[in-house]
Structure formats: structure tokens, C-alpha cells
């Protein structure tokens, strides 16, 4: 089942744009990661990976954010249903 409308997709991508100026992604990226984890998961992934992106001074290439990020949203779903 699919977690998330549109508009959510769209205000994801809002989000990725503001954190990470100038690297663009797929709406198949943000459709992948919203099929697979909540919206709010979704944005606390890319939160998280901003911070790294800060950390090293902006030395993470768009693969490694993506990595990075996917790998955060997975561990936080997992501790998601992990509690219930």
C-alpha cells in the first residue's frame, strides 16, 4: 500500500531541494522511499543526512546523500515496527 499522496511526494521534494541546493532527484527516488517508510521517515532521513552533508563541510556527492539517507529512513522503520 502506498503511504503517501502526491502532495506529500511534492513537499519531500521541496524539502530535499532546500537541504541539498543544485542536486536534484528522481520522482521515482522520493516514490521508492515513500512506498517503503512514512512521509515523516521519509524527511527524517533527509534531515539527517543533511547534517552529515554539513559535517563534512559539503564534501557528499548526490549518491552518497541518497545512501546515506535511505540507510537512516531503513534503520527507523525497522525500530518503528520493531515497537509495536
Do not use: C, H
Not at 517508510?37 to 564534501?59: C, H, S, W
Not at 537512516?72 to 518503528?80: A, C, G, P, S
Amino acid at each position: 500500500m502506498i503511504k503517501a499522496t502526491q502532495q506529500d511526494i511534492k513537499e519531500l521534494k521541496e524539502t530535499w531541494e532546500g537541504l541539498f541546493p543544485g542536486t536534484p532527484l528522481s520522482d521515482t527516488q522520493f516514490f521508492i522511499w515513500v512506498v517503503l517508510n512514512d512521509p515523516e521517515i521519509v524527511k527524517q532521513g533527509m534531515v539527517t543526512a543533511a547534517r552529515k552533508y554539513l559535517k563534512l563541510e559539503g564534501k557528499m556527492d548526490r549518491e552518497y546523500a541518497i545512501r546515506f539517507a535511505s540507510r537512516v529512513m531503513n534503520r527507523l522503520t525497522d525500530e518503528k515496527r520493531r515497537a509495536l
